[in-house]
């Protein structure tokens, strides 16, 4: 026995000796990885030595005698801390994520193959200003400088994740970075699943009036009614199946609802108790860590320039220099149309056009996997656009046998200049100045709010399509590619996109909401991404005569739903307060207790409250309830609840009451049925989840961040150390946005919102704010990975300053970059 315990000890020991070497080596493999920043670097191809100082919270300060220089050392610092991100962000835009995960992406690679959108950024090359290539060069060569340095010093491949998934870094190249805008469009448009979505609940809700409902325009006139989908492209059957969705945490395609979002807005000197303007902007994403955002200050020869960058983007895409200060807001542009093309029934390399049939353009396409044989896909492009798979948005339900899809969408083009304009955005000095010079952007369309030290104004920036007016569904739904109205014909002038310049109320701003109502084909869009938030920031804009630095933040931070201020008397008309106490531990008690609970609540989104976990849960139940006899398996693609559609219904607008009546059952139930099952489904599935406690419910248990890495995050026992999981205020129609999941076990997870914001104020603009909701780095042994989490989720912020001297007190490091 004694010999039996002496060996059971030894092997004992032995595996825990071998675990703790093994930990230990991993650590200092990947830690090899992490930047110095106080060092000098001997880089080529410089004009003369670079300083790159961080400030306290790594934000790195660049100084150097030319711009050139300045973008050099850029993409250096990118390439520093963010290696793994950029390389992946280029790998999906090329489509090549195979060749390091296998097969689990080939339907990505795909996909991007055939959108076909690095060779178009590699065509916009030639098409920059002679200076943008410069500067593109200059930050591409920074990149290569970091990666030749990791190479020679066997700096841990560069970053963690190189260990994990080994593989070639190829060198930076200027067509790199302008793939990545191409990327950043496809995630921020929506369109396309918009218009799959309207066309399949056409099929199924042919009247026009429900359609309305469950689809409904914003408030506004100039729409006019819509023929059904079965008109324009007979053949499709109602409930075709749907098509499984790419959900890999690294593919680009979501859907339309987590199309890119944001706040934006500015006060004039007239309403700024400063006496200068003020800007706030916090742009949506995807949660990821580390956040998409890089924090970055460049000082040009035309000045300093700071705010939030993407690593392999030589920009500022929003901040301020020491005169003019621009935000972002996604515009909701109808920037993409769906065509369905008739192929030749005889021939099924052509298709139909307006003047008979012509081939498609072919092309052979290599996808290396990693592991498995290649694959060649064929790319077709018609006329209208590149010919995409029917399980691309469920492309197949609204796609009828012998036709196939094609895109147009503005970020196709292989003349794009968005860069050239961007860069000529970062030297102007006054609002003027940036209207004129931001002309040459192409897509994303965005609506860009700026300010200089007397003015504001708001342009909606991208360019629009050029539609015909006899556009069969004025682009709102899937058309036939071979009718000559419903082709673009061309772009609108830059003088079209809506522009507001210095408002008499002194006030702007956008929260994603409708801006114009102009009729089609000047409309801009018919969908628009907000109704809610714009109430609300409305009504904080207009409380106060003038504004200051802290009220922007108190109001980038408000949590008051409206819509759950709106909805609730009108869904719990019927409900509150009636009938007799019921006994403990019956439904009816439960019921109660929560309606009292919510007959008191002020509508704030807070984490430690109870009530907005009750108020989420109930919508939801209660939407899902209304939809689900008439929509059948569609009712799955409703993954968050539709505000305005749910007070027509309860409001009855033309008929809309309908909705609440069970169509399957003999009797007719009303709304206040419906609302009434609804909360009892909510509150059986809160009971279920988190216990039947109503008054110890936390919304933040709910409402988690998800802070998580793209690939490590789903790696057992990494994931404990690169996820980054908080408990958030706000929600789906809060200014402080938390779009949550909607779908899955976990439907309240908080995946969607500011990834960014900065307040600047034009009186003292070093006082001006900023923060991203993860940290600097990209590695997770760096403290600078998650410090800046914390204050993110607290609504605090690091200061936004232009002084040298601030940047380099309590600097972390300062990286001198010199020529040989």
């Keep these: 026995m004694a010999l039996l315990f002496r060996w059971l000890f030894r092997i004992a020991g032995g595996m825990i000796f071998l675990i703790v070497l093994g930990v230990t080596l991993v650590w200092y493999l990947a830690s090899r990885s992490l930047p110095d920043y106080d060092a000098t670097i001997i880089a080529p191809y410089l004009n003369a030595p670079v300083e790159i100082v961080r400030d306290n919270a790594n934000v790195p300060h660049i100084f150097g005698e030319t711009d050139e220089d300045v973008f050099y050392a850029l993409g250096f610092a990118h390439a520093q801390d963010r290696l793994w991100q950029m390389t992946m962000l280029r790998r999906t835009a090329q489509g090549r994520l195979s060749e390091v995960f296998g097969t689990p992406t080939v339907s990505i690679d795909k996909l991007m193959r055939r959108l076909d959108l690095y060779s178009r950024a590699t065509a916009s ?20 400088v970091r990666l030749d340095q990791v190479n020679a010093s066997a700096l841990g491949r560069g970053a963690p994740e190189m260990f994990v998934f080994n593989a070639p870094v190829a060198p930076w190249r200027p ?24 066309a399949r609940m056409s099929l199924v809700v042919p009247d026009a009036d429900r359609l309305s409902d469950i689809l409904p325009e914003v408030p506004g006139s100039g729409v006019v009614a819509l023929p059904e989908y079965a008109g324009i492209v007979p053949g499709v059957l109602p409930f075709a199946e749907a098509a499984p969705a790419n959900r890999h945490p690294l593919s680009p395609f979501r859907p339309g609802v987590m199309a890119g979002a944001s706040n934006v807005w500015a006060a004039a000197p007239s309403r700024s108790a400063s006496g200068g303007t003020l800007l706030a902007n916090d742009p949506h994403l995807g949660f990821t860590a580390p956040a998409i955002w890089y924090l970055a200050r460049m000082e040009l020869q035309s000045g300093g320039v700071i705010g939030g960058t993407i690593p392999g983007l030589p920009l500022v895409l929003t901040g301020r220099s020491a005169s003019l200060g621009w935000g972002l807001a996604s515009a909701g542009m109808d920037d993409q149309d769906v065509f369905i093309e008739k192929v030749n029934p005889d021939n099924p390399e052509e298709y139909r056009t307006p003047d ?47 036709h196939v899809a094609s895109l147009a969408w503005t970020a196709l083009s292989p003349r794009d200049t968005s860069m050239t304009a961007a860069l000529k955005l970062m030297e102007a000095k006054s609002v003027r100045d940036g209207i004129a010079a931001i002309e040459g952007f192409v897509a994303p369309a965005q609506n860009m709010v700026l300010v200089d030290r007397e003015e504001i104004a708001m342009k909606m920036i991208g360019v629009m399509p050029r539609r015909d007016a006899r556009h069969q569904s004025q682009g709102r739904m899937p058309s036939p590619g071979w009718i000559a109205a419903n082709r673009w014909q061309g772009r609108l002038p830059y003088a079209s996109n809506p522009e ?3 408002p008499n109320g002194g006030i702007l701003g ?38 200051t630095r802290d009220s922007f933040i108190e109001a980038q931070l408000d949590t008051v739903s409206f819509t759950a201020r709106s909805l609730l008397p009108l869904i719990g008309a019927e409900l509150w307060f009636t009938g007799e106490a019921a006994p403990d531990g019956t439904p009816l008690r439960q019921r109660q207790r929560a309606l009292t609970l919510l007959a008191g609540w002020s509508g704030e989104m807070n984490e430690h409250l109870p009530e907005p976990l009750i108020y989420a849960a109930w919508l939801r139940s209660l939407q899902a309830r209304i939809v689900q006899d008439e929509l059948g398996p569609l009712a799955a693609t409703l993954t968050h609840v539709e505000p305005l559609f749910i007070e027509r219904v309860f409001r009855d607008v033309d008929g809309a009451g309908v909705w609440c009546d069970v169509i399957q059952s003999a009797a007719t139930e009303t709304c206040a049925d419906m609302a009434r099952l609804a909360l009892d489904d909510a509150l059986i599935s809160i009971s279920e989840t988190w216990g039947p406690a109503l008054e110890s419910l936390r919304w933040g248990d709910a409402h988690q961040a998800t802070h998580d890495h793209p690939v490590l995050g789903e790696v057992p026992l990494l994931r404990f150390f690169v996820n980054i999981r908080q408990s958030t205020n706000g929600g789906d129609n809060t200014l402080q946005r938390g779009l949550t999941r909607g779908t899955g076990p976990e439907p309240f997870q908080n995946v969607h919102g500011a990834a960014y914001r900065g307040v600047y104020d034009f009186a003292d603009p070093d006082s001006s ?22 204050l993110w989720r607290r609504g605090e912020y690091i200061p936004m300053s232009l002084d040298q001297d601030l940047a380099r007190a309590a600097s972390v490091g300062v990286t001198v970059l010199r020529p040989r």
Excluded: C
């Design 125 to 144: 090359v030639e098409v920059q200003d002679e200076r943008t290539r410069r500067l593109l060069s200059a930050y591409a060569t920074g990149v290569n």
């Design 175 to 198: 067509a790199d970075s302008l793939a990545i805008i191409k990327l950043m469009a496809l995630q921020l448009s929506g369109h396309l699943d918009a218009e799959v979505q309207r």
């Design 356 to 402: 008979g049939f012509k081939a498609f353009q072919t092309r052979g396409s290599i996808i290396n996997i990693k592991d498995e044989t290649p694959i060649t896909i064929t790319l077709r492009w018609t006329d209208n656009g590149p010919v995409l798979p029917g399980t691309h948005y469920n492309l197949a339900a609204v796609t009828p046998p012998g």
């Design 500 to 502: 507001f310049i210095a």
């Design 510 to 547: 956008n929260t994603n909401n409708k801006t114009v109502d102009r009729p089609f084909p000047n409309h801009v869009s018919f969908t628009w991404g907000d109704t809610q938030r714009v109430q609300r920031w409305r009504r904080l804009m207009q409380s106060r005569q003038v504004h």
């Design 769 to 790: 704010v900023f923060v991203t909701s993860t940290g600097q780095s990209g590695h997770f042994l760096s403290r600078h990975y998650d410090d800046l989490a914390q």
